[in-house]
């Protein structure tokens, strides 16, 4: 259910936003009004959409072994996303309130700083991460996903962790326990930088995540990842040192570690 705004900062919202509807802007605005805060969203302009479809297929194919049409992950359009806020709201998943609908616009509360900047201290990043892992398995214990789960969608406010931008399709288009799978990678994907590619630290992670899940389904679509980030592998190799050392493909293959060690970990624990 959309929360209601008085109606003095309605105005004042929709007087703000109406000039900028001929020409949205592409990223969020943050505005305030008696010490309230507030983040529009657009509708967003999707240049370069073919090729980001084509990206997504590539990489179920690839590393789930799911062949997806490109434009099953056509981005939602905004009531796609206020859709989505509200569900997971009802399911008490710490996300923003939505406050206003418009046509070509969604208008929310703020949730605070961008989490990202604060993995950069790493005292701050040892007491973050795994609080970001009780984000992410609150999301997937509540049988949802995000589709944008890399760490620059992550707010804190209060010490409680907000997860914004529920744009993309995944868990449409995907079967449930593959689109949290994805999740995961994305999630580690956008982290490995502030894990300075430390294995262990990320096996630990991941293993608490299992055995607090306990999903024999997200057990088995993190093996089928690993069995098709392994072919990566060997075909990275027969391309030389120079691709391999191409910073998404260490990425990638930090993963692959991290994941086939907690799934070990996992066997033996669980």
């Known amino acids: 259910m959309t929360v209601l705004l008085p109606t003095t900062h309605k105005q004042k919202i ?109 005292q701050t990043r040892d007491e973050l991460l795994p609080h970001i892992m009780d984000s992410l398995l609150a999301l997937h214990e509540a049988d949802q996903w995000h589709g944008g789960a890399q760490v620059r969608n992550l707010t804190i406010q209060n010490d409680t962790i907000f997860r914004v931008d529920f744009e993309e399709k995944t868990g449409d288009v995907l079967p449930l326990s593959l689109a949290q799978a994805y999740d995961l990678f994305l999630c580690f994907n956008s982290l490995t930088k502030y894990l300075n590619f430390d294995v262990e630290l990320g096996e630990k992670l991941l293993t608490d995540y299992l055995l607090r899940r306990k999903e024999p389904k997200i057990y088995a679509s993190l093996s089928k990842l690993l069995n098709f980030s392994l072919r990566l592998d060997k075909m990275f190799s027969l391309l030389g040192d120079n691709f391999k050392n191409r910073s998404d493909i260490k990425r990638t293959r930090y993963f692959s570690a991290v994941v086939s060690r907690s799934l070990n970990n996992y066997r033996v624990r669980s």
Not at 63 to 80: E, H, M, Q
Not at 96 to 104: D, T, V
Request: with cysteine.
């Open 14 to 122: 929709k007087q703000k936003i109406q000039p900028l509807l001929l020409q949205p802007p592409t990223t969020p605005l943050h505005i305030e009004f008696a010490e309230s805060s507030y983040i529009v969203k657009f509708t967003r302009r999707e240049s370069g959409r073919f090729w980001r479809e084509s990206m997504s297929a590539l990489a179920c194919w690839f590393l789930l072994g799911v062949a997806v049409k490109p434009n099953a992950f056509r981005t939602g359009d905004i009531s796609y996303e206020a859709q989505r806020l509200r569900k997971l709201r009802q399911k008490d998943i710490a996300v923003p309130r939505l406050l206003m609908e418009g046509p070509n616009y969604i208008v929310m509360e703020h949730c605070g700083e961008r989490l990202e900047p604060m993995l950069r201290c790493e």
